[in-house]
């Protein structure tokens, strides 16, 4: 018998909210969350647009020791663990720590923690050499960031496996397959997934503008990320997280849990193509998808909303409408597809766990995002985009993929546990 | 119905003492170090000079031109490792094997440091504008796999994880997993390097490099003098394959199975509550349905400090009782390759049980009586046995357990 594994709590650090509530009423109101950067003087920069979060590590009760020790990207991430563990009403007190595991994702790890630090050592980058007296202890732990999964094992006590996995833009949907397979195969019977990026610093900035994959729709901040729009020109990069406690289907049933949804498949696939570029024809991630379908045992047309990868580059969402076509058949042109990216911006590695959530609370409520910004049809992508509103409708069965440099392409199917195979 | 098994068709290793497979194993045997000072760049403003390079090997001999701008060296190592170990187990564009039926799962501690470094420093120096097209993915701790995936036309399951030294371990779990959840083949391995300015002064802050100055006693595992480790670069790539699939494609050769693999997480410190290392090597012998005695070698981590090494000791002592079992790191001779380090154990260990011997433990001397460990010391050691232990450790509390079986 296949264990099945449920999400049973849920934490979400995402622009323009500061926690999972908050999250949901940006998107179900279709609220844009990105703004100028302000984080640092970005007038050099071809894209100056971020989303950026308002975190007060204090207020989020870290202690000044944690503040210090913990990058930016491992705060989001131990605050949303604290976050679904209370969610999720599990006593971690009570588990086996050895059948505790952790799975986090992220794509650039201790990227802004690195950049201060090169500051400092290298002189505001006049030094090419460095001496080894100025730097802060924790550069091993920004070079090698292992610390971000054992910072969140410390968290729940977790003493069985334990992994970052770094698959840049699709970690946040791998991470938790990858706990997913934990439960699954009997490694772990609780897994805290997710994923945490905080990219917004101007080596990231400096990264996409070179190849000018983010926008440079500066005068227009807040409509600035367009998926499928004709007008599209680039991503708007955004920094975030999630966390979920994941559990297995009959231990979560025994206790009484509340189950958003049970995750019933999971699948990866490469491109082999281009480590940025995407071929027009989708062939890949729809592989993905028809794999992860197989998994979940659920035929296409059982899918009530495609929670989309969506970025609002030019050749992303061109990609992504192929491969629904391709994947899906007929019922690509029948179920809504969306992208919240539109309000929240791509977070790298942390946006698939964050569209994990949205993909669960759709489920919980039976409400589908929009996707903002859309007011100009683009003749390649042809599909039911929910253009500016959210649309309430039943949601049962979600099918959310990312896409991402290295040519990584994943698809996720999460439904209602009472929704049975074919 | 059973799970199908994994087995490692072929081998690819790029180790500071020796480029290739074969030339590493020789390297082992023969105690040939690859410890020295290092020359990438001037290091007399640094407490630490020595390390495990690699010398005498030039990407651009191996790899197309255009790959040479966009690719860190540690990308190098990885796609020439992949090359090496593809071309061992006879898989080439005509094996036959279906794109969606090969993967690519490797790990890495520190992605590309060294050309991230020098984006970085033209940044800053320089302006935005100069910051290269390929920083973007260059730097990050999934190129190797994504560069790999590309070279090689392997469209199957793929990831990159990491969890420092025992990044690599997990790397090949993670591949056995994927070749039992139904894909063929998984090209799976690490490689680490990070001898910019920048990555050597950050691994120097990590507290653990030895300060030594002398080559021969630098990096001594569980040596009473013990005083760190010497940090190395490079690693090892294995093709992880369904032994069906090998057998029906008549693979030239099976090095071992893939008997069994387990990860553990160390307790918080003040818990009371023992390490994981013990754990994971005992979880992993359960999983290849093995005992202790019929271990014939255990390569162990070794971190090189007293403290570490003391309690992988007691892991062993309790495993297999004192003296128990014929103990071996070989990562003596190049220095701790971080996310390398276990799969390039791995292959050594594969070597061990073809050839049904042990390679000693360099440099190391004296090992303290209450470690009760028999480690192998001066000359190779003759074993008879059909099964061995790998063990890696990761700062901050990763353990990481492989079992290879010969097949």
Same mark, same amino acid.
């Given at each position: 018998m296949t264990r099945r594994v449920v999400i049973t709590g849920i934490g979400v650090r995402a622009p323009g909210s500061s926690g999972t509530k908050e999250f949901w009423d940006v998107l179900t109101t279709g609220r844009t969350a990105t703004r100028r950067i302000t984080f640092f003087d970005a007038s050099p920069f071809r894209s100056r647009i971020a989303g950026e979060i308002d975190f007060d590590a204090a207020a989020e009760g870290f202690t000044p020791r944690e503040t210090r020790r913990m990058d930016r990207a491992t705060q989001f991430a131990v605050a949303c663990t604290r976050d679904a563990l209370a969610d999720s009403g599990l006593d971690f007190g009570t588990l086996d720590p050895h059948r505790v595991g952790v799975a986090l994702g992220s794509a650039v790890a201790a990227a802004t923690s690195l950049e201060n630090e090169y500051l400092v050592m290298s002189d505001a980058g006049r030094e090419?050499?460095?001496?080894?007296?100025?730097?802060?202890?924790?550069m091993f732990d920004y070079l090698s960031p292992g610390v971000m999964p054992a910072e969140i094992a410390r968290e729940v006590g977790a003493e069985g496996p334990v992994t970052l996995v770094s698959d840049g833009c699709t970690s946040g949907l791998d991470a938790v397959g990858y706990g997913v397979q934990l439960i699954r195969e009997g490694s772990a019977d609780t897994v805290l997934a997710g994923a945490a990026d905080t990219p917004v610093s101007p080596i990231v900035v400096a990264c996409f503008d070179a190849i000018k994959?983010?926008?440079?729709r500066n005068d227009e901040p807040e409509t600035a990320s367009r998926p499928f729009d004709g007008t599209r020109n680039g991503f708007v990069l955004a920094e975030g997280a999630a966390m979920f406690v994941l559990e297995e289907l009959e231990a979560a049933r025994a206790r009484g849990a509340y189950i958003y949804a049970e995750i019933g498949g999971y699948a990866t696939r490469s491109n082999a193509y281009h480590m940025t570029g995407l071929k027009k024809d989708g062939r890949e991630m729809a592989e993905a998808i028809r794999a992860a379908l197989d998994e979940a045992r659920l035929d296409r047309t059982t899918i009530d909303y495609v929670n989309a990868h969506g970025s609002g580059t030019k050749q992303n969402d061109r990609h992504e409408t192929a491969a629904f076509k391709r994947s899906l058949g007929e019922h690509a042109r029948a179920v809504p597809v969306s992208s919240i990216k539109s309000m929240v911006g791509h977070s790298l590695g942390a946006i698939g766990s964050i569209e994990i959530a949205a993909s669960a609370l759709a489920i919980r409520h039976n409400v589908v995002p929009p996707t903002a910004n859309l007011r100009v049809p683009d003749p390649e992508c042809?599909?039911?985009?929910?253009?500016?509103t959210a649309r309430e409708q039943r949601v049962d069965t979600v099918l959310t993929v990312g896409s991402g440099f290295g040519g990584f392409q994943s698809a996720m199917v999460l439904h209602d546990p009472e929704v049975t195979s074919v | 119905m059973s799970s199908p098994r994994a087995v490692i068709t072929g081998l690819g290793v790029l180790a500071p003492n020796g480029l290739g497979a074969e030339e590493y194993w020789k390297a082992l045997l023969a105690g040939e170090s690859g410890i020295a000072e290092l020359s990438r760049f001037d290091t007399s403003g640094y407490p630490a000079r020595l390390a495990g390079e690699i010398r005498d090997f030039d990407g651009a001999e191996h790899l197309p031109s255009r790959l040479m701008p966009q690719t860190d060296i540690s990308t190098r190592y990885a796609l020439v490792a992949a090359d090496w170990a593809l071309a061992d187990a006879g898989i080439d564009a005509g094996a036959g094997i279906d794109d969606y039926d090969m993967g690519v799962i490797t790990s890495t501690s520190q992605g590309g440091f060294d050309f991230t470094h020098r984006e970085f420093h033209k940044l800053w120096s320089q302006g935005p504008e100069y910051v290269s097209v390929y920083e973007s993915f260059a730097w990050f701790y999934a190129v190797n796999t994504g560069q790999i995936s590309i070279r090689n036309g392997m469209r199957g399951p793929s990831a990159a994880l990491v969890g420092e030294q025992a990044g690599g371990l997990d790397a090949i779990g993670h591949a056995r997993r994927t070749v039992r959840r139904g894909t063929r083949v998984v090209l799976s391995g690490g490689v680490d390097s990070a001898f910019d300015p920048w990555g050597w002064s950050a691994q120097l802050a990590? !507290?653990?490099?030895?300060?030594?100055?002398?080559p021969e006693r630098a990096y001594l595992p569980f040596d009473g003098a013990a005083c760190g480790h010497v940090p190395g670069e490079g690693g090892a790539m294995l093709v992880v394959e369904d032994a069906e699939s090998a057998r029906e494609r008549g693979a030239p050769r099976m090095y071992g199975e893939i008997a069994g693999y387990a990860a553990t997480f160390d307790p918080a410190p003040g818990t009371g509550r023992p390490p994981g290392l013990r754990r994971a090597a005992e979880l992993a012998l359960a999983d290849a349905q093995l005992?202790?005695?019929?271990?014939?070698a255990v390569f162990a981590d070794a971190a090189g400090l007293p403290a570490f090494d003391a309690a992988e000791a007691q892991a062993l002592r309790e495993i297999? !009782?004192?003296?128990?079992v014929p103990v071996t790191a070989p990562k003596a001779l190049t220095g701790r390759m971080y996310a390398g380090g276990g799969p390039a154990d791995i292959a050594a260990a594969l070597f061990a049980l073809r050839d049904r011997v042990v390679p000693a433990t360099a440099h190391t001397t004296s090992v303290p009586d209450s470690y009760g460990l028999d480690l192998v010391l001066g000359e190779p050691r003759p074993v008879r046995a059909d099964a061995v232990l790998v063990l890696a450790r990761g700062r901050h509390g990763f353990n990481a357990a492989v079992v290879l079986t010969t097949v």
């Amino acid at each position: 018998m296949t264990r099945r594994v449920v999400i049973t709590g849920i934490g979400v650090r995402a622009p323009g909210s500061s926690g999972t509530k908050e999250f949901w009423d940006v998107l179900t109101t279709g609220r844009t969350a990105t703004r100028r950067i302000t984080f640092f003087d970005a007038s050099p920069f071809r894209s100056r647009i971020a989303g950026e979060i308002d975190f007060d590590a204090a207020a989020e009760g870290f202690t000044p020791r944690e503040t210090r020790r913990m990058d930016r990207a491992t705060q989001f991430a131990v605050a949303c663990t604290r976050d679904a563990l209370a969610d999720s009403g599990l006593d971690f007190g009570t588990l086996d720590p050895h059948r505790v595991g952790v799975a986090l994702g992220s794509a650039v790890a201790a990227a802004t923690s690195l950049e201060n630090e090169y500051l400092v050592m290298s002189d505001a980058g006049r030094e090419w050499l460095v001496d080894p007296a100025h730097l802060s202890p924790y550069m091993f732990d920004y070079l090698s960031p292992g610390v971000m999964p054992a910072e969140i094992a410390r968290e729940v006590g977790a003493e069985g496996p334990v992994t970052l996995v770094s698959d840049g833009c699709t970690s946040g949907l791998d991470a938790v397959g990858y706990g997913v397979q934990l439960i699954r195969e009997g490694s772990a019977d609780t897994v805290l997934a997710g994923a945490a990026d905080t990219p917004v610093s101007p080596i990231v900035v400096a990264c996409f503008d070179a190849i000018k994959a983010t926008t440079p729709r500066n005068d227009e901040p807040e409509t600035a990320s367009r998926p499928f729009d004709g007008t599209r020109n680039g991503f708007v990069l955004a920094e975030g997280a999630a966390m979920f406690v994941l559990e297995e289907l009959e231990a979560a049933r025994a206790r009484g849990a509340y189950i958003y949804a049970e995750i019933g498949g999971y699948a990866t696939r490469s491109n082999a193509y281009h480590m940025t570029g995407l071929k027009k024809d989708g062939r890949e991630m729809a592989e993905a998808i028809r794999a992860a379908l197989d998994e979940a045992r659920l035929d296409r047309t059982t899918i009530d909303y495609v929670n989309a990868h969506g970025s609002g580059t030019k050749q992303n969402d061109r990609h992504e409408t192929a491969a629904f076509k391709r994947s899906l058949g007929e019922h690509a042109r029948a179920v809504p597809v969306s992208s919240i990216k539109s309000m929240v911006g791509h977070s790298l590695g942390a946006i698939g766990s964050i569209e994990i959530a949205a993909s669960a609370l759709a489920i919980r409520h039976n409400v589908v995002p929009p996707t903002a910004n859309l007011r100009v049809p683009d003749p390649e992508c042809d599909l039911d985009y929910v253009p500016l509103t959210a649309r309430e409708q039943r949601v049962d069965t979600v099918l959310t993929v990312g896409s991402g440099f290295g040519g990584f392409q994943s698809a996720m199917v999460l439904h209602d546990p009472e929704v049975t195979s074919v | 119905m059973s799970s199908p098994r994994a087995v490692i068709t072929g081998l690819g290793v790029l180790a500071p003492n020796g480029l290739g497979a074969e030339e590493y194993w020789k390297a082992l045997l023969a105690g040939e170090s690859g410890i020295a000072e290092l020359s990438r760049f001037d290091t007399s403003g640094y407490p630490a000079r020595l390390a495990g390079e690699i010398r005498d090997f030039d990407g651009a001999e191996h790899l197309p031109s255009r790959l040479m701008p966009q690719t860190d060296i540690s990308t190098r190592y990885a796609l020439v490792a992949a090359d090496w170990a593809l071309a061992d187990a006879g898989i080439d564009a005509g094996a036959g094997i279906d794109d969606y039926d090969m993967g690519v799962i490797t790990s890495t501690s520190q992605g590309g440091f060294d050309f991230t470094h020098r984006e970085f420093h033209k940044l800053w120096s320089q302006g935005p504008e100069y910051v290269s097209v390929y920083e973007s993915f260059a730097w990050f701790y999934a190129v190797n796999t994504g560069q790999i995936s590309i070279r090689n036309g392997m469209r199957g399951p793929s990831a990159a994880l990491v969890g420092e030294q025992a990044g690599g371990l997990d790397a090949i779990g993670h591949a056995r997993r994927t070749v039992r959840r139904g894909t063929r083949v998984v090209l799976s391995g690490g490689v680490d390097s990070a001898f910019d300015p920048w990555g050597w002064s950050a691994q120097l802050a990590g !507290g653990r490099v030895s300060t030594a100055d002398d080559p021969e006693r630098a990096y001594l595992p569980f040596d009473g003098a013990a005083c760190g480790h010497v940090p190395g670069e490079g690693g090892a790539m294995l093709v992880v394959e369904d032994a069906e699939s090998a057998r029906e494609r008549g693979a030239p050769r099976m090095y071992g199975e893939i008997a069994g693999y387990a990860a553990t997480f160390d307790p918080a410190p003040g818990t009371g509550r023992p390490p994981g290392l013990r754990r994971a090597a005992e979880l992993a012998l359960a999983d290849a349905q093995l005992t202790p005695s019929s271990i014939g070698a255990v390569f162990a981590d070794a971190a090189g400090l007293p403290a570490f090494d003391a309690a992988e000791a007691q892991a062993l002592r309790e495993i297999f !009782g004192p003296y128990g079992v014929p103990v071996t790191a070989p990562k003596a001779l190049t220095g701790r390759m971080y996310a390398g380090g276990g799969p390039a154990d791995i292959a050594a260990a594969l070597f061990a049980l073809r050839d049904r011997v042990v390679p000693a433990t360099a440099h190391t001397t004296s090992v303290p009586d209450s470690y009760g460990l028999d480690l192998v010391l001066g000359e190779p050691r003759p074993v008879r046995a059909d099964a061995v232990l790998v063990l890696a450790r990761g700062r901050h509390g990763f353990n990481a357990a492989v079992v290879l079986t010969t097949v």
